[in-house]
DNA sequence: TAACTACATTTTGTCGACAATATGTGGCAC
DNA sequence: GTGCCACATATTGTCGACAAAATGTAGTTA
Protein backbone atom coordinates (compact mmCIF):
# COMPACT_ATOMS: atom_id res chain seq x y z
CA UNK A 1 0.00 0.00 0.00
CA UNK A 2 2.48 2.52 1.46
CA UNK A 3 4.71 3.81 -1.82
CA UNK A 4 8.78 2.48 -0.69
CA UNK A 5 10.52 4.85 1.30
CA UNK A 6 14.30 6.07 0.41
CA UNK A 7 17.04 7.15 2.59
CA UNK A 8 16.92 10.41 1.30
CA UNK A 9 12.96 10.37 2.16
CA UNK A 10 13.41 9.33 5.97
CA UNK A 11 16.45 11.77 6.32
CA UNK A 12 14.40 14.27 5.20
CA UNK A 13 11.61 13.38 7.25
CA UNK A 14 13.58 13.18 10.16
CA UNK A 15 16.23 15.90 9.12
CA UNK A 16 12.31 18.22 9.50
CA UNK A 17 11.40 17.41 12.50
CA UNK A 18 14.63 17.69 14.17
CA UNK A 19 14.19 21.54 12.87
CA UNK A 20 10.34 21.69 13.84
CA UNK A 21 10.59 20.33 17.23
CA UNK A 22 13.69 22.35 18.02
CA UNK A 23 16.41 19.69 18.47
CA UNK A 24 17.78 21.33 15.80
CA UNK A 25 17.93 25.54 16.59
CA UNK A 26 16.61 28.10 14.05
CA UNK A 27 19.65 29.93 12.53
CA UNK A 28 22.06 27.47 12.59
CA UNK A 29 23.87 26.14 10.37
CA UNK A 30 23.63 22.98 8.44
CA UNK A 31 26.90 21.07 7.65
CA UNK A 32 26.54 18.34 5.25
CA UNK A 33 29.08 16.53 6.30
CA UNK A 34 28.62 16.61 10.02
CA UNK A 35 24.99 15.99 8.98
CA UNK A 36 25.98 13.00 6.77
CA UNK A 37 27.52 11.22 9.89
CA UNK A 38 25.02 12.25 12.24
CA UNK A 39 22.00 10.58 10.20
CA UNK A 40 24.63 7.68 8.82
CA UNK A 41 23.76 8.54 5.26
CA UNK A 42 26.16 9.80 2.56
CA UNK A 43 26.30 13.30 1.79
CA UNK A 44 24.04 12.67 -1.41
CA UNK A 45 21.06 12.28 0.59
CA UNK A 46 21.78 14.76 2.72
CA UNK A 47 22.07 17.23 0.02
CA UNK A 48 18.62 15.82 -1.04
CA UNK A 49 16.75 16.11 2.08
CA UNK A 50 18.26 19.93 2.11
CA UNK A 51 17.20 20.68 -1.14
CA UNK A 52 13.37 19.48 -0.12
CA UNK A 53 13.87 21.55 3.07
CA UNK A 54 14.73 24.69 1.07
CA UNK A 55 11.75 24.14 -1.52
CA UNK A 56 9.52 24.15 2.10
CA UNK A 57 10.98 27.63 3.18
CA UNK A 58 12.53 25.60 6.34
CA UNK A 59 15.95 26.22 5.66
CA UNK A 60 18.01 29.01 3.22
CA UNK A 61 20.90 28.32 1.12
CA UNK A 62 23.52 30.08 -0.43
CA UNK A 63 25.36 28.69 -3.16
CA UNK A 64 29.02 27.83 -2.31
CA UNK A 65 28.60 28.61 1.33
CA UNK A 66 25.65 26.68 2.61
CA UNK A 67 22.32 26.21 4.50
CA UNK A 68 21.03 27.20 7.16
CA UNK A 69 17.88 27.03 9.24
CA UNK A 70 15.10 29.88 8.96
CA UNK A 71 15.39 32.21 11.30
CA UNK A 72 12.44 32.76 13.27
CA UNK A 73 11.00 36.59 13.29
CA UNK A 74 7.28 38.29 14.12
CA UNK A 75 6.94 39.47 11.00
CA UNK A 76 7.53 36.05 9.60
CA UNK A 77 4.93 34.41 11.90
CA UNK A 78 2.64 37.27 10.72
CA UNK A 79 3.39 36.55 6.65
CA UNK A 80 2.73 33.17 7.47
CA UNK A 81 -0.82 33.46 8.65
CA UNK A 82 -1.44 35.95 5.66
CA UNK A 83 -0.59 33.08 3.30
CA UNK A 84 -2.97 30.57 5.55
CA UNK A 85 -6.19 33.06 5.58
CA UNK A 86 -5.48 33.42 1.74
CA UNK A 87 -4.98 29.52 0.97
CA UNK A 88 -7.36 28.15 3.50
CA UNK A 89 -10.21 31.01 3.19
CA UNK A 90 -10.16 29.27 -0.48
CA UNK A 91 -9.76 25.74 0.36
CA UNK A 92 -13.27 26.67 2.56
CA UNK A 93 -15.24 27.96 -0.51
CA UNK A 94 -13.97 24.97 -2.63
CA UNK A 95 -14.73 22.36 0.09
CA UNK A 96 -18.20 23.74 0.68
CA UNK A 97 -18.95 22.41 -3.42
CA UNK A 98 -16.38 19.87 -3.19
CA UNK A 99 -17.02 17.80 -0.20
CA UNK A 100 -18.99 14.66 -0.54
CA UNK A 101 -22.17 14.47 1.65
CA UNK A 102 -20.32 11.76 3.61
CA UNK A 103 -17.35 13.94 3.95
CA UNK A 104 -19.31 16.51 5.70
CA UNK A 105 -20.80 13.86 7.93
CA UNK A 106 -17.46 12.70 9.13
CA UNK A 107 -16.43 16.51 9.85
CA UNK A 108 -19.50 16.70 11.50
CA UNK A 109 -18.78 14.14 13.53
CA UNK A 110 -15.22 15.37 14.51
CA UNK A 111 -16.77 18.05 15.36
CA UNK A 112 -18.98 16.61 17.60
CA UNK A 113 -16.27 14.82 19.55
CA UNK A 114 -14.84 17.73 19.83
CA UNK A 115 -17.56 19.04 21.96
CA UNK A 116 -17.31 15.95 23.46
CA UNK A 117 -14.08 16.93 24.65
CA UNK A 118 -14.50 20.70 25.68
CA UNK A 119 -17.77 20.11 27.02
CA UNK A 120 -15.81 17.12 29.29
CA UNK A 121 -14.39 19.69 31.47
CA UNK A 122 -10.85 19.95 32.33
CA UNK A 123 -9.48 18.37 28.66
CA UNK A 124 -9.12 21.53 26.53
CA UNK A 125 -9.26 21.63 22.91
CA UNK A 126 -6.17 20.18 21.84
CA UNK A 127 -3.77 21.51 19.59
CA UNK A 128 -3.85 17.90 16.97
CA UNK A 129 -8.25 18.32 16.90
CA UNK A 130 -7.77 22.12 15.45
CA UNK A 131 -4.56 20.79 12.86
CA UNK A 132 -7.03 17.62 12.22
CA UNK A 133 -10.06 19.78 11.26
CA UNK A 134 -8.17 21.93 9.29
CA UNK A 135 -6.69 19.04 7.82
CA UNK A 136 -10.43 17.66 6.78
CA UNK A 137 -11.17 20.96 4.55
CA UNK A 138 -8.18 21.46 3.24
CA UNK A 139 -8.30 17.66 1.72
CA UNK A 140 -12.32 18.52 1.34
CA UNK A 141 -11.33 21.46 -1.77
CA UNK A 142 -10.00 18.54 -4.23
CA UNK A 143 -7.59 20.96 -4.82
CA UNK A 144 -3.79 19.61 -5.45
CA UNK A 145 -1.82 22.80 -4.99
CA UNK A 146 -3.62 24.02 -2.35
CA UNK A 147 -2.73 20.81 -0.47
CA UNK A 148 0.26 20.35 -1.19
CA UNK A 149 1.52 23.66 -0.48
CA UNK A 150 -0.43 23.78 2.88
CA UNK A 151 0.49 19.82 4.25
CA UNK A 152 4.34 19.73 2.76
CA UNK A 153 5.27 23.32 3.22
CA UNK A 154 3.15 25.76 5.40
CA UNK A 155 2.05 23.66 8.29
CA UNK A 156 5.49 22.18 9.25
CA UNK A 157 6.25 26.08 9.04
CA UNK A 158 3.93 27.25 11.59
CA UNK A 159 4.22 24.32 13.49
CA UNK A 160 7.97 25.06 14.11
CA UNK A 161 6.81 28.74 15.03
CA UNK A 162 4.45 27.23 17.59
CA UNK A 163 6.84 24.72 19.24
CA UNK A 164 9.51 27.16 19.43
CA UNK A 165 7.90 30.28 20.49
CA UNK A 166 6.47 28.19 23.14
CA UNK A 167 2.56 28.01 21.80
CA UNK A 168 0.85 25.33 22.58
CA UNK A 169 -2.88 25.01 21.86
CA UNK A 170 -4.23 28.57 21.28
CA UNK A 171 -7.18 29.97 21.86
CA UNK A 172 -8.82 27.05 23.32
CA UNK A 173 -12.22 27.75 23.93
CA UNK A 174 -13.53 30.12 21.27
CA UNK A 175 -12.09 27.88 18.37
CA UNK A 176 -14.69 25.05 18.97
CA UNK A 177 -17.73 27.71 17.74
CA UNK A 178 -16.13 28.81 14.85
CA UNK A 179 -15.48 25.18 13.75
CA UNK A 180 -18.88 25.11 13.99
CA UNK A 181 -20.11 27.91 12.22
CA UNK A 182 -17.61 26.63 9.68
CA UNK A 183 -18.95 23.51 9.19
CA UNK A 184 -22.52 24.47 8.89
CA UNK A 185 -21.67 26.82 6.31
CA UNK A 186 -19.95 24.02 4.19
CA UNK A 187 -23.54 21.78 5.46
CA UNK A 188 -25.67 24.49 3.62
CA UNK A 189 -22.84 24.80 0.58
CA UNK A 190 -22.73 28.06 1.33
CA UNK A 191 -18.99 28.78 -0.27
CA UNK A 192 -19.23 32.58 0.20
CA UNK A 193 -19.62 32.22 3.65
CA UNK A 194 -17.61 29.63 4.32
CA UNK A 195 -14.75 31.02 3.09
CA UNK A 196 -15.71 34.37 4.87
CA UNK A 197 -15.52 32.02 8.53
CA UNK A 198 -12.71 30.14 7.69
CA UNK A 199 -10.65 33.86 6.94
CA UNK A 200 -11.66 35.22 10.25
CA UNK A 201 -10.92 32.11 11.87
CA UNK A 202 -7.16 32.55 10.95
CA UNK A 203 -7.33 35.90 11.20
CA UNK A 204 -8.19 35.43 15.17
CA UNK A 205 -5.74 33.46 15.66
CA UNK A 206 -2.89 35.34 13.86
CA UNK A 207 -4.27 38.33 15.90
CA UNK A 208 -4.14 35.96 19.32
CA UNK A 209 -0.62 34.84 18.33
CA UNK A 210 0.10 38.83 18.01
CA UNK A 211 -1.06 39.39 21.59
CA UNK A 212 1.05 36.84 22.86
CA UNK A 213 4.28 37.80 21.47
CA UNK A 214 4.04 41.31 22.24
CA UNK B 1 26.28 41.42 -7.49
CA UNK B 2 24.83 38.30 -8.98
CA UNK B 3 25.21 35.63 -6.70
CA UNK B 4 27.15 32.81 -7.86
CA UNK B 5 25.23 30.14 -10.41
CA UNK B 6 25.87 26.37 -10.01
CA UNK B 7 25.60 24.06 -12.92
CA UNK B 8 22.88 22.29 -10.84
CA UNK B 9 20.94 26.10 -11.20
CA UNK B 10 21.77 26.44 -15.02
CA UNK B 11 20.39 22.87 -15.87
CA UNK B 12 17.41 23.51 -13.42
CA UNK B 13 16.08 26.34 -15.35
CA UNK B 14 17.30 25.04 -18.56
CA UNK B 15 15.17 22.09 -18.30
CA UNK B 16 12.42 24.04 -16.84
CA UNK B 17 12.33 26.43 -19.76
CA UNK B 18 12.46 23.36 -22.07
CA UNK B 19 9.48 21.98 -20.04
CA UNK B 20 7.26 24.62 -20.34
CA UNK B 21 8.12 25.94 -23.39
CA UNK B 22 7.13 22.33 -24.77
CA UNK B 23 10.23 21.41 -26.49
CA UNK B 24 9.95 18.38 -23.77
CA UNK B 25 6.37 17.41 -24.25
CA UNK B 26 3.69 16.97 -20.96
CA UNK B 27 3.41 13.44 -19.63
CA UNK B 28 7.05 12.47 -21.16
CA UNK B 29 8.88 10.03 -19.17
CA UNK B 30 12.21 11.92 -17.82
CA UNK B 31 15.70 9.74 -17.95
CA UNK B 32 18.65 10.43 -16.13
CA UNK B 33 20.90 9.06 -18.32
CA UNK B 34 19.55 10.51 -20.86
CA UNK B 35 19.11 13.97 -19.89
CA UNK B 36 22.61 14.01 -18.60
CA UNK B 37 24.33 13.80 -21.79
CA UNK B 38 22.00 16.35 -23.37
CA UNK B 39 22.53 18.12 -20.81
CA UNK B 40 26.84 17.70 -20.45
CA UNK B 41 26.36 17.24 -17.02
CA UNK B 42 26.53 14.25 -14.62
CA UNK B 43 23.19 12.47 -13.16
CA UNK B 44 23.42 14.45 -10.04
CA UNK B 45 22.99 17.59 -10.55
CA UNK B 46 20.30 15.79 -13.15
CA UNK B 47 19.00 14.40 -10.12
CA UNK B 48 18.88 18.05 -8.39
CA UNK B 49 17.56 19.72 -11.55
CA UNK B 50 14.65 16.94 -11.09
CA UNK B 51 14.12 17.55 -7.84
CA UNK B 52 13.41 21.19 -8.11
CA UNK B 53 11.36 20.81 -11.24
CA UNK B 54 9.22 18.54 -8.42
CA UNK B 55 9.12 20.90 -5.77
CA UNK B 56 7.48 23.32 -8.50
CA UNK B 57 4.95 20.65 -9.78
CA UNK B 58 6.41 20.47 -12.80
CA UNK B 59 7.37 17.09 -13.09
CA UNK B 60 5.97 14.32 -10.73
CA UNK B 61 8.16 11.26 -9.38
CA UNK B 62 7.75 8.07 -7.79
CA UNK B 63 10.00 6.27 -6.06
CA UNK B 64 12.32 3.59 -7.70
CA UNK B 65 10.56 4.31 -10.61
CA UNK B 66 11.42 8.01 -12.50
CA UNK B 67 10.35 11.29 -13.09
CA UNK B 68 7.48 12.14 -15.67
CA UNK B 69 6.15 15.73 -16.73
CA UNK B 70 2.83 16.77 -15.29
CA UNK B 71 0.01 16.08 -17.51
CA UNK B 72 -1.92 19.01 -18.85
CA UNK B 73 -5.29 18.36 -17.92
CA UNK B 74 -8.71 21.63 -18.06
CA UNK B 75 -9.18 20.51 -14.19
CA UNK B 76 -5.72 20.93 -13.86
CA UNK B 77 -5.72 24.55 -15.19
CA UNK B 78 -8.88 25.39 -13.00
CA UNK B 79 -7.47 24.08 -9.69
CA UNK B 80 -4.01 26.74 -10.66
CA UNK B 81 -6.47 29.73 -11.40
CA UNK B 82 -8.30 28.85 -7.97
CA UNK B 83 -4.65 29.35 -6.38
CA UNK B 84 -4.09 32.08 -8.14
CA UNK B 85 -7.13 34.14 -7.19
CA UNK B 86 -6.69 33.14 -3.82
CA UNK B 87 -3.01 34.04 -3.61
CA UNK B 88 -3.01 37.15 -5.69
CA UNK B 89 -5.89 38.42 -4.18
CA UNK B 90 -4.12 38.65 -0.99
CA UNK B 91 -1.16 40.04 -3.08
CA UNK B 92 -3.34 43.09 -4.27
CA UNK B 93 -4.86 43.60 -0.59
CA UNK B 94 -1.08 43.60 1.32
CA UNK B 95 0.27 45.87 -1.53
CA UNK B 96 -1.96 48.22 -0.72
CA UNK B 97 -1.13 48.69 2.50
CA UNK B 98 2.80 47.77 1.67
CA UNK B 99 3.29 49.38 -1.52
CA UNK B 100 5.53 52.54 -0.91
CA UNK B 101 4.31 55.80 -2.39
CA UNK B 102 7.22 55.71 -5.34
CA UNK B 103 6.27 51.79 -6.26
CA UNK B 104 2.66 52.82 -6.59
CA UNK B 105 3.64 55.86 -8.91
CA UNK B 106 6.25 53.15 -10.91
CA UNK B 107 3.05 51.16 -11.62
CA UNK B 108 0.60 53.69 -12.44
CA UNK B 109 3.55 54.74 -15.05
CA UNK B 110 3.75 51.46 -16.49
CA UNK B 111 -0.04 50.96 -16.54
CA UNK B 112 -0.20 54.40 -18.70
CA UNK B 113 2.39 52.57 -20.80
CA UNK B 114 0.42 49.76 -21.95
CA UNK B 115 -2.55 52.63 -22.19
CA UNK B 116 -0.65 54.41 -24.58
CA UNK B 117 0.18 50.05 -26.52
CA UNK B 118 -3.46 49.84 -26.24
CA UNK B 119 -4.39 53.06 -27.41
CA UNK B 120 -1.48 53.12 -30.45
CA UNK B 121 -4.21 50.60 -32.16
CA UNK B 122 -2.88 47.46 -33.69
CA UNK B 123 -0.60 46.50 -30.89
CA UNK B 124 -2.57 44.65 -28.11
CA UNK B 125 -2.00 44.35 -24.68
CA UNK B 126 1.42 42.13 -24.48
CA UNK B 127 1.25 38.92 -22.33
CA UNK B 128 4.82 40.21 -20.86
CA UNK B 129 2.67 43.06 -20.29
CA UNK B 130 0.20 41.12 -18.01
CA UNK B 131 2.46 39.82 -16.33
CA UNK B 132 4.63 42.82 -15.75
CA UNK B 133 1.95 44.19 -14.10
CA UNK B 134 1.16 41.15 -11.63
CA UNK B 135 4.62 40.97 -10.75
CA UNK B 136 5.06 44.51 -9.60
CA UNK B 137 1.89 43.74 -7.27
CA UNK B 138 2.90 40.25 -6.02
CA UNK B 139 6.29 42.36 -5.22
CA UNK B 140 4.26 44.94 -3.71
CA UNK B 141 2.69 42.58 -0.64
CA UNK B 142 6.49 42.23 0.36
CA UNK B 143 5.32 39.07 1.46
CA UNK B 144 8.23 36.36 1.18
CA UNK B 145 5.88 33.39 0.77
CA UNK B 146 3.71 34.93 -1.52
CA UNK B 147 6.35 36.08 -3.41
CA UNK B 148 8.08 33.01 -3.87
CA UNK B 149 5.15 30.58 -4.25
CA UNK B 150 3.58 32.73 -6.80
CA UNK B 151 7.04 33.68 -9.15
CA UNK B 152 8.48 29.83 -8.47
CA UNK B 153 5.75 27.85 -8.79
CA UNK B 154 2.40 29.04 -9.69
CA UNK B 155 3.67 31.12 -13.02
CA UNK B 156 5.92 28.65 -14.57
CA UNK B 157 3.00 26.85 -14.65
CA UNK B 158 0.17 28.83 -15.93
CA UNK B 159 2.85 29.75 -18.51
CA UNK B 160 3.37 25.81 -19.34
CA UNK B 161 -0.58 25.54 -20.04
CA UNK B 162 -0.42 28.87 -21.69
CA UNK B 163 2.43 27.37 -24.20
CA UNK B 164 1.13 24.03 -24.69
CA UNK B 165 -2.66 25.03 -25.23
CA UNK B 166 -1.93 27.64 -27.68
CA UNK B 167 -3.34 30.54 -25.95
CA UNK B 168 -1.50 33.63 -25.49
CA UNK B 169 -2.35 36.81 -24.56
CA UNK B 170 -5.74 36.21 -23.22
CA UNK B 171 -8.67 38.65 -22.88
CA UNK B 172 -6.95 41.86 -24.04
CA UNK B 173 -8.97 44.34 -24.56
CA UNK B 174 -10.89 44.49 -21.53
CA UNK B 175 -7.94 43.37 -19.23
CA UNK B 176 -6.74 46.81 -19.41
CA UNK B 177 -9.47 48.44 -17.41
CA UNK B 178 -9.48 46.12 -14.69
CA UNK B 179 -5.50 46.56 -14.41
CA UNK B 180 -6.74 50.23 -14.62
CA UNK B 181 -9.47 49.97 -11.23
CA UNK B 182 -7.03 47.65 -9.41
CA UNK B 183 -4.20 50.47 -9.22
CA UNK B 184 -6.88 52.89 -8.37
CA UNK B 185 -7.73 50.91 -5.19
CA UNK B 186 -4.05 50.78 -4.48
CA UNK B 187 -3.45 54.38 -4.38
CA UNK B 188 -6.36 54.89 -2.60
CA UNK B 189 -4.96 52.49 0.10
CA UNK B 190 -8.25 50.49 0.10
CA UNK B 191 -7.43 46.56 0.96
CA UNK B 192 -10.34 45.15 0.18
CA UNK B 193 -11.24 46.69 -2.84
CA UNK B 194 -8.09 46.02 -4.29
CA UNK B 195 -8.18 42.19 -3.25
CA UNK B 196 -11.74 41.79 -4.33
CA UNK B 197 -11.15 43.50 -7.56
CA UNK B 198 -7.69 41.20 -8.00
CA UNK B 199 -9.52 37.89 -7.48
CA UNK B 200 -12.47 39.37 -9.93
CA UNK B 201 -9.96 39.61 -12.57
CA UNK B 202 -8.26 36.44 -12.35
CA UNK B 203 -11.84 34.50 -12.03
CA UNK B 204 -12.47 36.72 -15.67
CA UNK B 205 -9.77 34.92 -16.96
CA UNK B 206 -10.43 31.77 -15.58
CA UNK B 207 -13.81 32.28 -17.00
CA UNK B 208 -12.40 33.12 -20.12
CA UNK B 209 -9.65 30.17 -20.56
CA UNK B 210 -12.51 27.97 -19.82
CA UNK B 211 -14.51 29.07 -22.87
CA UNK B 212 -11.83 28.89 -25.07
CA UNK B 213 -11.29 25.37 -23.81
CA UNK B 214 -14.58 24.26 -24.48
C1' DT C 1 47.52 49.19 14.38
C1' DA C 2 45.09 48.60 10.05
C1' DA C 3 44.74 46.77 5.74
C1' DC C 4 46.07 44.01 2.12
C1' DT C 5 47.97 39.64 0.08
C1' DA C 6 49.08 34.91 -0.27
C1' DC C 7 48.44 30.58 1.41
C1' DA C 8 46.15 26.73 4.00
C1' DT C 9 41.96 24.80 5.39
C1' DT C 10 37.34 23.77 5.20
C1' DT C 11 33.02 23.28 2.82
C1' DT C 12 30.29 22.81 -1.06
C1' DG C 13 29.75 21.23 -6.01
C1' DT C 14 30.43 17.62 -9.37
C1' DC C 15 31.63 13.25 -11.00
C1' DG C 16 31.87 8.17 -12.04
C1' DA C 17 31.05 3.62 -10.04
C1' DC C 18 28.45 0.33 -7.51
C1' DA C 19 24.07 -1.39 -5.19
C1' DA C 20 19.13 -1.87 -5.06
C1' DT C 21 14.87 -1.79 -7.25
C1' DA C 22 11.67 -2.01 -11.07
C1' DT C 23 10.69 -3.30 -15.80
C1' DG C 24 10.77 -6.29 -19.83
C1' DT C 25 11.44 -10.99 -21.89
C1' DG C 26 11.28 -15.77 -22.45
C1' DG C 27 9.89 -20.20 -21.12
C1' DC C 28 6.93 -23.38 -18.72
C1' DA C 29 2.65 -25.31 -16.88
C1' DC C 30 -2.17 -25.73 -17.51
C1' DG D 1 -3.83 -19.04 -25.55
C1' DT D 2 -3.43 -17.47 -20.71
C1' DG D 3 -1.23 -16.99 -16.56
C1' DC D 4 2.77 -17.35 -13.81
C1' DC D 5 7.67 -17.67 -12.58
C1' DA D 6 12.69 -16.86 -13.29
C1' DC D 7 16.04 -14.32 -15.28
C1' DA D 8 18.18 -10.48 -17.97
C1' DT D 9 18.09 -5.65 -18.58
C1' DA D 10 17.64 -1.01 -17.58
C1' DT D 11 16.83 2.69 -14.33
C1' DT D 12 17.07 4.82 -10.05
C1' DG D 13 19.33 5.23 -5.34
C1' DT D 14 23.54 5.61 -2.75
C1' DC D 15 28.28 6.06 -2.05
C1' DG D 16 33.19 7.73 -1.83
C1' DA D 17 36.55 10.60 -4.20
C1' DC D 18 38.00 14.61 -6.56
C1' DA D 19 37.40 19.63 -8.13
C1' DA D 20 36.08 24.29 -7.18
C1' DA D 21 34.92 27.83 -4.24
C1' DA D 22 34.77 30.35 0.09
C1' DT D 23 36.53 31.13 4.61
C1' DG D 24 40.17 31.62 8.00
C1' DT D 25 45.08 32.62 9.10
C1' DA D 26 49.58 34.28 8.95
C1' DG D 27 52.69 37.43 7.31
C1' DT D 28 53.99 41.76 5.29
C1' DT D 29 53.75 46.67 4.49
C1' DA D 30 52.44 51.26 5.21
Same mark, same amino acid.
Given at each position: ?????????????????????????????????????????????????????????????????????????????????????????????????????????????????????????????????????????????? /????????????????????????????????????????????? /??????????????????? /????????
Amino acid at each position: MNQPITAADKTFIALRDDIVEGRIEAGSKLSETELSTKYAVSRAVIREAINRLESCHIVERKANVGARVVALSPQGLIELYQVRESLEGMAARLAATNMTDDEIADLSALLQSHFNEVKGGESYYQEAGDVDFHYRIILGSK /NKHLISMLFDGIYHLVRMYRVQLGMAGPRVTTAYDEHKHIVQAIL /NRDAELAEMLMRRHILYSK /NSIERKLS
